[in-house]
């Protein structure tokens, strides 16, 4: 059974910093590229960083380029979404995905596997 679990999430005031873990087990984390999506009410869910099976190539939404850094460590089976200089449009519950392959990975619709999402919420 796969299971992905995120934490990390939480409230920080603007220009603050965040990190997110997701802990896979249940599957060879080392085949998957994984993702980081959010979603906030009434909006779809959006992606916003992917990262190779290998950590070779990274992606990311432009509206987190700069800020956000995506890395994983695949003898923990974990990935990580650094966020720094957050802002209140950063708000969200962010979501940890797994896939094979890379070809659209800004898509949800390419994910496999989802984990139940955490909070983050940035006051200004």
């Known amino acids: 059974q796969v299971q992905l679990v995120e934490s990390g999430g939480g409230l920080v005031q603007a220009g603050g910093s965040l990190r997110l873990s997701c802990a896979a087990s249940g599957v060879t984390f080392s085949f998957y590229t994984m993702g980081w999506f959010r979603q906030t009410p009434g909006k779809e869910r959006e992606f916003a960083a992917a990262?190779?099976?290998?950590?070779?190539?990274?992606y990311y939404a432009d509206s987190v380029k700069g800020r956000f850094t995506i890395s994983r460590d695949n003898a923990k089976n974990t990935v990580y979404l650094q966020m720094n200089s957050l802002k209140p449009e950063d708000t969200a519950i962010y979501y940890c995905?797994?896939?094979?392959?890379?070809?659209?990975?800004?898509?949800?619709?390419?994910?496999?596997?989802w984990g139940q999402g955490t909070q983050v919420t940035v006051s200004s």
């Open positions: 995905a797994g896939r094979r392959g890379t070809t659209d990975v800004g898509e949800t619709r390419r994910y496999t596997y």
């Open positions: 990262i190779s099976w290998n950590g070779g190539n990274t």
